[in-house]
């Protein structure tokens, strides 16, 4: 199982930006996908972007635009990079991974979850 560390959430104004980082350790799939899901209160785990690992992305419609996830190989860590942040991007943000080959955002395809981290947007 893979070992999935968040960082880099926070609370910002409405427009503002902030960057998640998701260190991955014991990473065991080949070919995979990662993937960041949000969960708001009182509502269900949701995906945002997910990345293969041949670099395809797939996002969610509500942050074409503003989110760009990206990896680095060699550090191997996943970024999320969001701008023009809304109040209704708040929420724990969680990294993912699996074995796949196109990039998902269905949560229950995902095997190895982190803890999240919490971004919270004020207007």
């Known amino acids: 199982q893979s070992q999935l560390v968040e960082s880099g959430g926070g609370s910002v104004q409405a427009g503002g930006s902030l960057r998640l980082s998701c260190a991955a350790s014991?990473?065991?799939?080949?070919?995979?996908?990662m993937g960041w899901f949000r969960q708001a209160p009182g509502k269900e785990r949701e995906g945002v972007a997910s990345?293969?690992?041949?670099?395809?992305?797939g996002y969610a419609d509500d942050v074409k635009g503003r989110f760009t996830i990206s990896k680095d190989y060699a550090k191997n860590t996943l970024y999320l990079q969001m701008n023009s942040l809304k109040p209704e991007d708040t929420g724990m943000y969680y990294c993912?991974?699996?074995?796949?080959?196109?990039?998902?955002?269905?949560?229950?395809?995902?095997?190895?979850w982190g803890q999240g981290t919490q971004v919270t947007v004020s207007s």
């Open positions: 993912a991974a699996v074995q796949c080959y196109y990039p998902s955002l269905d949560r229950k395809e995902y095997k190895d």
């Open positions: 014991r990473f065991i799939y080949s070919p995979y996908c």
């Open positions: 990345v293969n690992s041949a670099g395809r992305t």
